[in-house]
């Protein structure tokens, strides 16, 4: 009964933590080339997400069943290897599902690979934890890592075309600053959002 | 614009208007941990520099040689990272047993290499772009190039930065990045001088 409540609390913890303290992007700055490129529209970054919340659980869940076997010299290529054949898979069912996204998100799919983020919960969560622990923690980093995007995007599109996934949103009255979703736009909004997200969590640790 | 001038043209476009890092986001993670000391930024630059040159080309060859006739354009991923993982290999080993000096001033950076964005973008890049091989060769000494620039700027500018008041939760990776927007609205200005895709 005790044993059954603790492990459940792992489960909670793990799954926590990426989404507040421990968060892959304001917190550990890792993966940001990513969060910068696709952020100027909303449905890019939806599916780029997706393929990282893909990519992350499903390689974190393998390298953790395989962990006892591979030997820890060529341990970053397997790892590699693990990473890149889910990213071709995300890659080839955009190609065939989504043409059109395939083309505007153009090299950053593959760039999923040399994301920081899923090597490092690989190597600092998956080699040392048991399957089901490290997909959970692969989900969790995913949707933190998915709703830090989602925000910075939602402003990005919002100021720099007036539109959100495409459709209308602010009038004719709006000037659009394209500023915002030129790439001077996605470093300033990083910038901002890293800072009040650092405020909010000092305050919550002073106090 | 002539076929000549057309490599000269991606060149600078890689350098500047379309530099890798400011426009691209390419190889954010080791800008931003790496430009705290000018030293270490050029010994990185210097070194990524050289593999993107490198392995860009190699990159080419192998695509258009291999995958392409093969019908495995799908592999070009793993592919593309096991020729950047095992070139990487073989300099640090070439470099260890010929050059003490140098093993000591880039050594350390080597294994970062492999897993920066950069390397492998400039190679999905030359796909995507369909360049020739010539272009692509000039792309990937430009866009290695546009990197150590932008990293030497970086690291001199956090060096000053290092005596400024700024605000607590700013500090670190916040500010860095603020510096880098300002940087990529200054490179943005070059695109006056050349337009090219």
């Not at chain 1, 997400?49 to 893909?54: A, E, K, P, R, Y």
């Not at chain 1, 959002?193 to 405020?199: G, L, Q, S």
């Not at chain 2, 700027?153 to 956090?158: P, Q, V």
Request: hydrophobic share 55%; glycine share 8%.
């Amino acid at each position: 009964m005790e044993d059954n409540k603790m492990a459940k609390g792992i489960y909670k913890k793990t799954f926590m933590a990426p989404l507040g303290k421990d968060n892959p992007v304001f917190v550990q700055i890792l993966g940001i080339c990513s969060t910068l490129a696709v952020t100027n529209r909303l449905d890019n970054t939806l599916v780029m997400s997706l393929g990282v919340i893909f990519t992350l659980a499903l390689s974190s869940f393998t390298i953790s069943i395989m962990r006892s076997w591979i030997p820890s010299r060529i341990r970053m290529m397997v790892e590699t290897l693990v990473i890149a054949t889910f990213v071709i898979i995300v890659d080839i069912t955009l190609k065939a599902f989504y043409p059109e996204m395939w083309k505007s998100l153009g090299p950053y799919v593959g760039l999923i690979i040399t994301n920081c983020i899923v090597m490092g919960r690989i190597e600092a969560f998956a080699l040392q934890n048991k399957p089901s622990v490290s997909l959970v923690d692969g989900i969790a980093s995913g949707i933190g890592y998915a709703y830090v995007l989602l925000i910075i995007a939602f402003v990005r599109e919002l100021m720099g075309t007036g539109t959100l996934f495409g459709f209308t949103i602010l009038g004719d009255w709006w000037t659009s600053w394209a500023i915002m979703i030129m790439p001077p736009g996605g470093f300033f909004m990083l910038a901002i959002f890293i800072w009040i997200a650092k405020e909010a969590f000092m305050k919550e640790a002073t106090s | 614009m002539s076929d000549m001038l057309f490599p000269l043209a991606v060149f600078f476009a890689a350098a500047f208007t379309n530099n890798i890092l400011l426009t691209n986001y390419l190889g954010m993670c080791s800008f931003l941990s790496v430009s705290k000391e000018i030293e270490t930024s050029a010994g990185l630059g210097i070194a990524v520099t050289f593999v993107m040159a490198v392995t860009t080309a190699l990159n080419w060859v192998v695509y258009h040689l291999v995958l392409l006739p093969f019908g495995l354009e799908y592999l070009r991923f793993i592919v593309f990272i096991i020729v950047i993982a095992a070139f990487v290999q073989l300099i640090e080993m070439v470099i260890e047993r010929y050059s003490e000096g140098l093993y000591f001033a880039l050594g350390i950076f080597l294994p970062l290499i492999t897993v920066n964005c950069a390397i492998l973008g400039a190679s999905l890049f030359m796909v995507i772009r369909e360049y020739s091989f010539m272009t692509t060769f000039f792309f990937g000494i430009g866009s290695g190039l546009g990197w150590f620039l932008a990293i030497m700027a970086m690291a001199g500018i956090r060096q000053k930065l290092k005596t400024a008041k700024v605000p607590a939760g700013l500090e670190g990776p916040g500010i860095a990045l603020i510096i880098a927007g300002f940087m990529a609205m200054a490179f943005m200005g070059f695109s006056g001088m050349i337009a090219i895709g």
